[in-house]
């Protein structure tokens, strides 16, 4: 069974750049989220989808925007990138919303220079 | 919002002993505590969860307890062996809403 997968891996931009980063949940689950994992702490919610619909955000910049497809996989797009935005990128992927059990893909290395 | 405390931010124990880290919530309407380990370079993984509605789950060499009063839970790993060691986070959330982890703890089981 394949798990969550996230692409690409790693990534390297540069200040001011736009990115795209891409998830696919395990097959079944209609509920994606995304977080962002800065170095030595815990994940931080950016937004949920459930069934192509926006269900939650968290206190992210508008630069942040996500999108979900008919097949449930999904992007996090962020525009006009910062350095402080160099993070790991967590997709998360759940059957239902809040309290269902929800695996994560190994993320994406994002590091802006 | 939610706010979730974890204490200690790193623990060192000898491997067989046992390893316990806790945490507190804030939000007496949060009823889904999961616990992640994450090992280095990769996403975290859930190795138990507990709901309100239970004071206590046990899967192997792994436990949770939740203190509803208290606003208190802990993760218990009995017998510790080497590849326990890895950066462990709770989470708590409401149905619906968004998991807000933890700062996490740093386990170090040395051999």
């Known amino acids: 069974d394949a798990g969550v997968t996230q692409s690409p891996t790693h990534l390297i931009k540069t200040r001011g750049q736009h990115v795209t980063l891409r998830c696919s949940p395990i097959?079944?689950?209609?509920?994606v989220s995304w977080y962002q994992q800065v170095l030595g702490q815990g994940p931080q919610f950016i937004f949920q989808?459930?069934?192509?619909?926006?269900?939650g955000r968290g206190n992210f910049p508008d630069r942040f925007s996500a999108r979900q497809f008919p097949n449930y996989s999904s992007e996090l797009n962020v525009n006009a990138l910062l350095l402080g935005d160099s993070a790991l990128y967590l997709c998360?992927?759940?059957f239902g919303t809040g309290g269902a059990e929800a695996f994560f893909g190994q993320g994406t290395r994002l590091t802006v220079v | 919002g939610e706010n979730v405390e974890q204490h200690p931010s790193t623990l060192s124990v000898q491997e067989g002993d046992s390893a316990v880290i806790k945490c507190t919530y804030s939000?007496?309407?949060?009823?889904?505590f999961p616990w992640y380990k994450q090992e280095l370079g990769k996403g975290p993984q859930l190795i138990i969860d507990?709901?309100?509605?239970?004071g206590e789950k046990k899967d192997q060499r792994i436990a949770v307890t939740l203190n509803k009063t208290a606003k208190h839970f802990s993760l218990h790993i009995t017998e510790t062996q080497p590849e326990d060691s890895a950066v462990y986070f709770c989470?708590?959330?409401?149905?619906?809403?968004?998991?807000?982890f933890g700062p996490g703890t740093r386990l170090s089981v040395l051999p």
């Open positions: 939000d007496s309407a949060s009823n889904y």
């Open positions: 989808y459930y069934e192509k619909e926006e269900r």
């Open positions: 989470a708590a959330s409401n149905y619906g809403q968004n998991f807000v």
């Open positions: 097959s079944g689950h209609k509920s």
């Open positions: 998360a992927s759940s």
């Open positions: 507990i709901r309100s509605n239970v």
